[in-house]
């Protein structure tokens, strides 16, 4: 794929796959709605139900910012498959007006946040590389 192709798949895919790596080294994965916009990626805590709200993933961006994300396409059909991966730097926004905009842009994005606006953190990722694969060129 080419990199249009790659941000084309990227902002069409609905959720994303974050993996962050924690203090001990450990890996750590988790689903996240996302928005992206020029060289940046964004999500935010949001309403959902969690444990707590001390997240494991603001924890490991804090001890370690680099991070992944990763947006794929299983099918049966395996020449319909393809992913793509952003790799980047991550910062925490507590408040102030980027947090503003990344909300803005996920209350843009998805319906549901219309409704109930996230409460956040927010987090920006400054992709680094992006690169992906599809079965079929």
Known sequence: MDQAEIRRRLGEARVARLATVGAAGRPHVVPICFAAAGDAIFFAVDHKPKRTTDLQ???????????????????EDWTRV???????????????????HAIDLLVARY???????????????????LSGWSATP
């Open 57 to 75: 993933r603001l924890r490991n961006i804090a001890h370690n910012p680099w991070v992944s994300v990763l947006v794929d396409h299983y099918d």
């Open 111 to 129: 319906e549901q946040y219309e409704a109930r606006r996230p409460y956040g953190p927010a987090v920006a990722i400054h992709v680094d590389r």
């Open 82 to 100: 393809w992913w793509v991966r952003a790799d980047g730097r991550a910062r925490v926004l507590v408040g102030g007006a980027e947090s503003d």
